[in-house]
């Protein structure tokens, strides 16, 4: 990956995309938290999440 590259990520609950592009950052608090609730709360439930990364060009915002 050169320099002019960012990895953003999706994050979706039941095939729903509920984060779009979101920062590693960002990606890495909210599963935090979502492992959180799940522990106190019972929900939502780790298999009903997933995500995925996008390698983005940072020059003009285009997916790669």
Not at 4 to 19: K, L, P
Not at 20 to 41: P, Q
Not at 47 to 62: A, S
Request: net charge negative.
């Amino acid at each position: 990956m050169t320099e002019d590259r960012q990895v953003v990520y999706n994050i979706m609950c039941r095939g729903e995309v509920i984060h779009k592009e979101i920062s590693e950052d960002y990606f890495f608090d909210f599963m935090e938290d979502m492992a959180m609730s799940f522990y106190h709360c019972g929900h939502p439930h780790p298999d009903d999440i997933t995500y995925e990364t996008i390698e983005v060009n940072q020059e003009n915002g285009n997916s790669v």
